[in-house]
């Protein structure tokens, strides 16, 4: 094919929408050739609609924003000939500036080939999406493994968070070169130039370590005696590599996400009586390392009020009041970032809510709990716990007495503890473990797994002989 009497314009084809500009100190050049591109990445928490600040959606700070390419020309560019390029965006995205947008070629000597601009072009049905440069090659070829420079394009306007490639083509005329497409067609090569990701790193580790309720200190201790645990640690800070729309990186989380964020641990936090300070945040596992308080907390949840601040490797714990009994279970954390908008309405950012999983607190065994009984004339109460465990499994007693009842209930200190045995078990009267007072609930607490214990409270009439029986409430 004879090139001699051909004219080639480079396109650089946009698309339209919000306006993106590389990050300060994060680079925007892109390789055509490389195999491991490194496209700048955007955080994906810019919202990007019909709602951002600005005209024609969201204008970021064009400052340091120049996106350059480079890459091998990829065909052999004859002596005295005009060729023809052509960049595009894909996913409808467009350049925000073209105005001294540069093409430049190494040619043979030493020498550079300029391309010159021409027009703007349309491209994938939107307006303004692109520009034509020519590309004069005079006396000094240009070798197919020749360098190739696009520069100075200041921004994009993604329209949406889906990747954006730059693609570049080049043509054997001018007309094939604007139209685009396969038509004329000499060589075409694409790079990803720009991604989104989130800017915020949210990370959770479980203590991983058996966090135990000791059931023989009535569920109100852990094992061992402790009052206080470590549930885990957490993360929640900004990300250095991301960009920002007005060319910062995203390592400060204030500029992400506003003011009224929270963060909220779940789990069974009905022993911290309501005392804020029972569900806190420390510097070590320890707990003891500049505790923060919750800032409000019920039998389930603990709310702090984080703002836009930042936690970096902070341990999660939780001190149990001593007075209110335990189940346990597991515990977890969510982060509810806030939408912000940039102090100078260039950008608005909706994150969205991170939650993780904190440690599981289960108790060291089982307990049984009559709802109510009474000490009657004519009535006896009886337990019948069973085990059906391969071990003995030990048990202990405690009472709570009806507040209106006549002489609170006493257990017996030589009966407040005792063995079910292995594969069976026992018959408790009322008048065995109660040394006085007539009503209130029982509670047997015993160092063995749920599966395998059971109880069943019965209360026999001494005249007629029956009996009403009521499953014990198992935990």
């Known amino acids: 094919m004879n090139f001699s009497s051909k004219k080639k314009i480079l396109a650089l084809a946009i698309a339209n929408g919000l306006l993106v500009t590389a ?68 996913n409808t995205a467009e350049f925000a500036n073209v105005n001294g947008a540069k093409l430049l070629i190494n040619a043979a000597g030493g020498s550079t080939v300029t391309g010159v601009f021409q027009s703007a072009v349309t491209i994938a049905d939107t307006a303004n999406a692109g520009v034509t440069h020519s590309v004069p090659v005079g006396a000094n070829a240009v070798a197919t493994a020749n360098q190739i420079v696009f520069n100075e394009f200041t921004g994009v306007k993604p329209k949406n968070k889906s990747d954006i490639n730059l693609t570049y083509s080049l043509y054997e005329s001018a007309a094939t070169s604007v139209s685009g497409g396969a038509t004329g067609l000499l060589v075409s090569k694409k790079a990803k130039q720009i991604t989104f990701s989130s800017a915020i790193d949210f990370a959770t580790v479980a203590n991983s370590a058996p966090l135990k309720i000791d059931v023989s200190l009535d569920s109100k201790k852990f094992e ?27 390592v400060n989380l204030a500029n992400v996400v506003g003011t009224t964020s929270k963060l909220t641990i779940s789990g069974d936090f009905a022993a911290a009586d309501g005392d804020k300070t029972k569900v806190f945040l ?26 836009s601040g930042m936690l970096v490797d902070k341990a999660v714990c939780f001190t ?24 100078d309405s260039s950008a608005k950012y909706a994150a969205s809510a991170q939650a993780g999983d904190l440690a599981t607190v289960k108790k060291n065994g089982t307990t049984l709990q009559t709802m109510f009984f009474t000490n009657t004339d004519g009535y006896v109460p009886r337990f019948y716990l069973t085990n059906t465990g391969g071990t ?43 040394e006085s007072g007539q009503r209130g609930t029982v509670i047997f607490s015993v160092s063995a797994p749920p599966a395998s214990i059971n109880g069943l409270f019965q209360v026999r009439n001494t005249s007629s002989g029956d009996f009403d029986s009521y499953e014990m409430n198992k935990q």
């Open 23 to 90: 990050a300060q100190n994060v680079s925007a050049v892109v390789s055509f050739d490389s195999t491991t591109p490194t496209p700048v990445k955007f955080a994906s928490e810019i919202v990007i609609d019909d709602t951002s600040p600005g005209a024609n959606g969201l204008t970021f700070d064009a400052d340091n924003a120049n996106i350059s390419a480079t890459g091998t020309v990829g065909f052999g560019l004859a002596t005295d000939t005009t060729y023809y390029s052509r960049i595009e965006l894909d």
């Open 224 to 250: 061992g005696g402790k009052t206080t645990v470590h549930l885990g640690d957490m993360t929640i800070q900004g990300k250095a590599d991301i960009s920002l729309a007005n060319g910062s990186n995203a």
């Open 282 to 307: 420390a510097d070590n596992a320890g707990c003891a390392a500049n505790p923060v308080s919750a800032n409000s907390v019920t039998a389930t949840e603990a709310v702090f009020d984080i703002g």
């Open 320 to 343: 149990a009041s001593t007075s209110t009994a335990m189940t346990g279970g597991t515990y977890s954390v969510t982060y509810s970032p806030a939408t912000l908008t940039a102090s």
């Open 392 to 434: 003995e499994a030990p048990y202990s007693i405690s009472v709570q007495t009806d507040e209106k009842s006549n002489g609170g209930l006493v257990a017996l200190a030589a009966a407040t503890s005792g063995i079910i045995p292995a594969n069976s078990g026992i018959l408790l009267k009322a008048s065995e473990i109660i």
